[in-house]
Nanobody
């Protein structure tokens, strides 16, 4: 069984910073891509950033230059460093991780979601 545990959310003032982390644990054979998505009230879930197993990153335009995604493979953990936060960044953030549990195909596992609220 695989678990993703997120931490680091909360209330932040506009212009401030926060760091999210997502640790994967359980019966894992290997991990592929890792990423963060978010969902604001009344909106669809959207990709924020992703990082490949080789360290290549991609970002949504609305976070480029403000957010940084990185991973620690030894800890099976992905991080999202969020700087210059804006009220429109307020959302529930979800980590998503591609995990192979039996050495074959990868499945996407999702974290439980963590609230980030940016006050103006």
């Amino acid at each position: 069984q695989v678990q993703l545990v997120e931490s680091g959310g909360g209330l932040v003032q506009a212009g401030g910073s926060a760091r999210l982390s997502c640790a994967a644990s359980g019966s894992m054979f290997s991990i592929n891509g890792m990423g963060w998505h978010r969902q604001a009230p009344g909106k669809q879930r959207e990709l924020v950033a992703g990082v490949s197993n080789g360290g290549d990153t991609n970002y949504a335009d609305f976070v480029k230059g403000r957010f940084t995604i990185f991973r620690d493979n030894a800890k099976n953990t992905v991080y999202l460093q969020m700087n210059s936060l804006k009220p429109e960044d307020t959302a529930v953030y979800f980590c998503a991780v591609g995990i192979s549990t039996r050495g074959s195909s990868y499945s996407t596992y999702w974290g439980q979601g963590i609230q980030v609220t940016v006050s103006s």
